[in-house]
Structure formats: structure tokens, C-alpha cells
């Protein structure tokens, strides 16, 4: 069984997306040795706040979801409705 047309990627992106993963943590850590005081000092500002940016895309990711599949209801109802004229019917 093959993977759908959306989840092929070619081994050059999948290596390239490693790399960058692993740069980025590589900074991230690199910045949180530089400001350990700070980041002990306010580490519960830091995790509310992570609480919240976490929840917020948690949020938006759903409301995307429901707005694009009222989307494709409502294409759906569209092409039903021209369909229907289209062979001569009323409403």
C-alpha cells in the first residue's frame, strides 16, 4: 500500500527538515546555557506562557478544521444547486 500523493516526500526535503530540526535545538540550547538565571528565574512565566501559545494553536488548528469542512459542505450545496438548474429544475 502506498502513502497518498500528500505524504510523499523525497529523501533531499525529509534530510534538509532533519537538519533544520537540528539546528534549531542546537541555538535553543545554546541560548538556554547562555541565560540559565533567567530562565530559572522566570520559569513559571515561561511555562504559562507556553501553556497558552500551545492551547492558542490547539485553538486555531481546530477552527480551521471546522471552517474548512463548513467549506466543502457548502461547495457541495453549490454544485447541488447548479447541478439542479443546470437540468432544468426549479426550487
Do not use: C, N, W
Not at 535553543?28 to 541565560?35: C, D, K, N, R, T
Not at 501559545?53 to 471546522?66: K, S
Not at 471552517?67 to 426550487?91: M, N, V
Request: aromatic letters at 4%; glycine letters at 6%.
Amino acid at each position: 500500500m502506498s502513502a497518498p500523493d500528500g505524504l510523499k516526500h523525497d529523501r533531499d526535503t525529509l534530510v534538509l527538515a532533519l537538519l533544520d530540526s537540528l539546528i534549531a535545538g542546537m541555538a535553543l540550547g545554546y541560548l538556554a546555557h547562555q541565560h540559565r538565571e533567567a530562565l530559572v528565574a522566570h520559569s513559571a512565566t515561561i511555562g504559562l506562557t507556553t501553556v497558552v501559545f500551545v492551547g492558542a494553536i490547539l485553538i486555531l488548528r481546530v477552527a480551521i478544521r471546522v471552517l474548512s469542512r463548513a467549506d466543502r459542505q457548502i461547495e457541495a450545496i453549490f454544485a447541488d444547486e447548479l447541478r439542479d438548474r443546470r437540468r432544468g429544475r426549479k426550487i
